[in-house]
């Protein structure tokens, strides 16, 4: 039995009746990663001892009859950008490259808290800006079923140390995609929670107002399992909604009767390659033979999106990051004459390229003369995007459609071309600026053996919803059982 092929829901059950221990199953993360990882990428840090440690003290509490919480001694893998005391979290920047936090993440003290074993740090697009985890400073991450090709961004370590079965859960953020696209280019499971239904405290900002952490898994219990274990209000952040948590794995299996799956048309037009389209349509026909009904509607604001959201987001980005001034923490110039040198010295050898364009971006988006103009116009347009859901969602219970226009293409084919790189999340921008929940479930392969993904969304705190309606298409398909195999 190769423990790292096996799904977190399988993994759990094996834990719980004492087959498999913690520290049998760390080990052989361990050794995957001591494998596999030269070639993929995904970590950034990964200390061994300490989390060996951690599932030795697991098995010691499950050995003495003592109850486990939910994850039981399976390791979850943590985006570096989720602070983790004393553990470097640098955000792929070399901002950050030598900071290491004094407080630990809201959902990895839940990790922590339900016998999860804190499973290293993974890559990143720097500060979680990019779709492609090729602007990490420190390396590049690629796809496990393709190693000459992007996972996705910005949490394309996260995806692949799932996809690539490193570990069996992760977590990931999404501003604007950043789950459920890596999570379509890799054939696994991403879900974005609704705003405020997870914690954003310990995670470092992009842009505050659309940053949401969530979880990756292979399979749809596997998502529901690392959901409830994150899920729920949080008093440090003024943002964390107090609402009751539903019991996401105790409904899982129960059946969506009279399902209404929606479709926009926006969502089937110019730039979705036509693989991608066929299998889209082929999960569309699944529903249909479930007995859902496929209801048409429409996203009129839909072609704003792009737009709004490189207005809003840029603006929270450039706002957000100007506390790396080359004072306070973070990289700080040698060549330093003044003050005004040392903040532009230390920012311009601390941020990438892809950070700085997203800086400028904002800053201008916020200057005076120009606020009302971008910024206030930008917040206007989010509100009918909302308008737009809202509407829909009267109508039809989750909306269904492509999670990204293409499969994963090649390291370095995308990364002279900013514009066209942001088109990989057309699909998924909405979804942020609306504050919904959104999922990514694997719905098929192109011919040359490429993961494609299905994407539902469903109203805000509507997890269960969209949940259910995933493990339904799950149950009658068979495209999570594949794992790539890797040379």
Known sequence: MNLTQLPASALVSLLRRGEVSSRQLTQACLEACQSLDSKIGAFLHLDAEAVLTTADAIDARRVRGEPLGLLAGLPVAIKDNLCQKGVPTTCASKMLANFRPPYTAHVVERVAAEDGVPFGKTNL????????????????????????????????????AVAGCLTPLSLGSDTGGSIRQPASLCGIVGLKPSYG???RYGLVAFASSLDQVGPFAHDVAGTALLLQTIAGHDRRDSTSVNQPVPDYMASLETPLAGLRVGVAREFFGPGLDSEVEQAVRNSLEVYRSLGATIVDVTLPTSPHAIATYYLVATAEASSNLARYDGVHYGHRTAEKTNLINLYCKSRGEGFGAEVKRRIMLGTYALSSGYIDAYYTKALKARRLIL???????????????????TAAFKLGEKASDPLSMYLSDIYTISCNLAGISGLSIPCGFTASGLPIGLQ???????????????????????WHTHRPILL
Request: hydrophobic letters at 35%.
């Open 125 to 160: 697009d720097e500060f979680a800006m990019g779709s492609s985890t090729e602007n990490s400073a420190f390396q590049k991450t690629r796809n496990p079923w393709d190693l000459e090709r992007i996972p996705g961004g910005s949490s394309g370590g996260s995806a692949a």
């Open 197 to 199: 239904r997870v914690s």
């Open 387 to 405: 308008n737009d859901f809202n509407r829909i969602f009267a109508s039809c219970d989750v909306l269904a459609g492509p999670t990204a226009p």
């Open 456 to 478: 539902l969304q469903g109203p805000a705190m509507a997890e269960e919803t969209v949940l259910r309606a995933a493990r339904m298409h799950e149950k009658a398909t068979a």
